[in-house]
């Protein structure tokens, strides 16, 4: 049974920097693609970025390069570092595994609400 | 940005209806379009994938089909545990998007 467990710093200050980590539990961490998805409080949903089975990383334009996505396969966790924080950022961030490039997020960490305040 | 409109944004249906939702897409996706399930303080969970494809475990109540740009997902015999927020997303280009969301609520 595949599971994602994640962490990180819950409430931040404007201009400093997010920073989240995901560990996998009972199943493989090579082979998959590792991204991190965001829902602002009762809006929809945000795709913020993945690292491929590869190592090569991909990002969501809109956070203006202030994204960085890493991966330790020896430990099978991978991380989300989100540098300037504002309110808007204020959000439940997601950390999810997908099978290859053509398929669904098919397991989701359990969540981690930031809040960023002034 | 590939943008993906879904329809309606509230639906108020009863135990045993049928509910159809539609995602309809900017631009070509090819079949490379998922749906999801939220419930209310938990995690997103995967219906379908590439347009038509039950994802394993999931009720075959849940359905999903495509014509074109325009994707639908179709809850047969709803139930009271279906009673959440749909989401579509396409995977065909980056950065992956979804759709605003279908809250399915009790009439």
């Known amino acids: 049974q595949v599971q994602l467990q994640q962490w990180g710093a819950g409430l931040l200050k404007s201009s400093e920097t997010l920073s989240l980590t995901c560990a996998v539990y009972?199943?493989?961490?090579?082979?998959?693609?590792w991204s991190w998805v965001r829902q602002p409080p009762g809006k929809g949903l945000e795709w913020i970025g993945e690292?491929?089975?590869?190592?090569?990383?991909n990002y969501n334009p809109a956070l203006n390069d202030r994204v960085f996505i890493s991966a330790d396969a020896s430990k099978s966790q991978f991380s989300l570092r989100l540098t300037s924080v504002t309110a808007a950022d204020t959000a439940v961030y997601f950390c999810?595994?997908?099978?290859?490039?053509?398929?669904?997020?098919?397991?989701w960490g359990q969540g981690t609400l930031v809040t960023v305040s002034s | 940005d590939i943008q993906l409109t879904q329809s309606p944004s509230t639906l108020s249906a009863s135990v045993g209806d049928s509910v159809t939702i539609t995602c309809r897409a900017s631009?070509?996706?090819?079949?490379?379009l998922a749906w999801y399930q939220q419930k209310p303080g938990k995690a997103p969970k995967l219906l379908i994938y590439?347009?038509?494809g039950l994802e394993s475990g999931v009720s075959s109540r849940f359905s999903g089909s495509e014509s074109g740009t325009e994707f639908t997902l179709t809850i047969s015999g709803l139930q009271s545990d279906d009673f959440a927020v749909y989401y579509c997303?396409?995977?065909?280009?980056?950065?992956?998007?979804f759709g605003g969301g279908t809250r399915v609520d009790i009439k």
């Open positions: 999810t595994r997908t099978p290859s490039r053509y398929y669904g997020l098919d397991h």
């Open positions: 009972g199943g493989s961490f090579a082979t998959y693609y």
């Open positions: 690292i491929t089975d590869g190592g090569h990383t």
């Open positions: 631009q070509s996706v090819d079949s490379w």
């Open positions: 590439a347009a038509s």
């Open positions: 997303q396409q995977y065909y280009a980056y950065p992956l998007t």
